[in-house]
């Protein structure tokens, strides 16, 4: 069983930054795509995603603003959130890819709040 542990969550002003760290625990497994979404007050966002090969997508909403990026020996993944609008306030959730199926296993979540 794999867990997903999330943290860098917090509360910051409007042009600020925050970066988010989810390390995976467990034994015997080897993730493929990990990603992060976002739950808003409306709406749930892939936020983005980076394969085992290090390729990266990202949400329109985020694109030259936020950069994801693992380190596969940590297992762990990480979402550097830069120029922050309050339109970003949202829980951030980690994902990750355990059995080639698409995402399966979730964090706990952790709230990221930006103030105007």
């Known amino acids: 069983q794999v867990q997903l542990v999330e943290s860098g969550g917090g509360l910051v002003q409007a042009g600020g930054s925050l970066r988010l760290s989810c390390a995976a625990s467990g034994s015997g497994f080897r993730l493929n795509d990990m990603g992060w979404y976002r739950q808003g007050k409306q709406q749930r966002e892939l936020v983005a995603v980076v394969?085992?090969?290090?390729?990266?997508t990202y949400a329109d909403s985020v694109k030259g603003r936020f950069t994801i990026s693992r380190d596969n020996a940590k297992n762990t993944v990480y979402l550097q959130m830069n120029s922050l609008k309050p339109e970003d306030t949202a829980v951030y959730y980690c994902?990750?890819?355990?059995?080639?199926?698409?995402?399966?296993?979730w964090g706990q979540g952790t709230q990221v709040t930006v103030s105007s």
């Open positions: 994902t990750a890819d355990k059995n080639g199926f698409g995402f399966d296993t």
């Open positions: 394969t085992r090969a290090l390729t990266t």
